[in-house]
């Protein structure tokens, strides 16, 4: 079971948009509209921004949203703020009931 | 709301075994929802562990499962984790976090709830 591969930074200048691409296999992200995405500050717990690949949950922003296309998922982030500087992960629910995190996204607000 | 807090040693021998606890507050540890355990070595990713349902069924990492027992203590709405055998690569923060997953239901599956988090050295 191999972590999902994403981007190991992104970047982008207030204001703009940015999106982050999570690829698995017919194993888990292309098997399943279980994706989900985190939100991590240092030093902090992570944060539910996304779910079943693109929903929200109450109180998070509308800026956040997320998609799937075969075994890639992606999220995006429009009109960047500085407070959404954090690492993001993705996640899969996957075969023989089990979980897999991508190896996380630093975002870089400029 | 429901709140998660994990306590243990903060300090495990080499080959020895780690022991935590996942304390759910706010709300029962026997709704329908898995419970899981998630950790992230010093500057890296997140790793999922394994996950229980109050029934008592479990689902493990497989590249962790020959070391790893989750459990549930009903009695005092918490669920611990197990980790035996471990060695400096097992050093981490360790999280005990809520999967909006029921029962026997493939939707919803993410985490909604997480503890603070505990981080666990392993050194002698």
């Known amino acids: 079971q191999s972590a999902l591969t994403q981007p190991a930074s992104v970047s982008g200048s207030p204001g703009q948009s940015i999106t982050i691409s999570c690829t698995g296999t017919?194993?888990?992200?292309?098997?399943?509209?279980?994706v989900s995405w985190y939100q991590q500050h240092p030093g902090k717990a992570p944060k539910l921004m996304i779910y079943e690949v693109s929903q929200r949950p109450s109180g998070v922003s509308n800026r956040f949203s997320g998609s799937k296309s075969g075994n890639t998922a992606s999220l995006t982030i429009s009109g960047l703020q500085a407070e959404d500087e954090a690492d993001y992960y993705c996640c899969s629910y996957a075969a023989s009931s089990t979980s897999i995190f991508g190896g996380g996204t630093k975002l870089t607000v400029l | 709301q429901v709140q998660l807090q994990e306590s243990g040693p903060g300090l495990v021998k080499p080959s020895g075994t780690l022991s935590l606890t996942c304390a759910v507050s706010?709300?029962?540890?026997?709704?329908?929802?898995?419970w899981s355990w998630v950790r992230q070595p010093p500057g890296k990713g997140l790793e999922w562990i394994g996950e229980?349902?109050?029934?008592?069924?479990?689902n493990y990492n497989p590249s962790l499962k020959s070391r790893v027992t989750i459990s549930v203590e009903k009695s005092r709405n918490q669920f611990s984790l197990k980790l035996s055998s471990v060695t400096a690569a097992d050093t981490a923060v360790y999280y005990c976090?809520?999967?909006?997953?029921?029962?026997?239901?493939?939707?919803?599956?993410?985490?909604?709830?997480w503890g603070q988090g505990t981080m666990v050295t392993v050194s002698s």
């Open positions: 706010g709300g029962s540890i026997t709704s329908n929802n898995w």
């Open positions: 976090a809520r999967d909006l997953r029921g029962w026997l239901v493939l939707s919803l599956s993410a985490f909604d709830i």
């Open positions: 229980m349902y109050h029934s008592g069924s479990t």
């Open positions: 017919s194993s888990d992200v292309g098997n399943y509209n279980l």
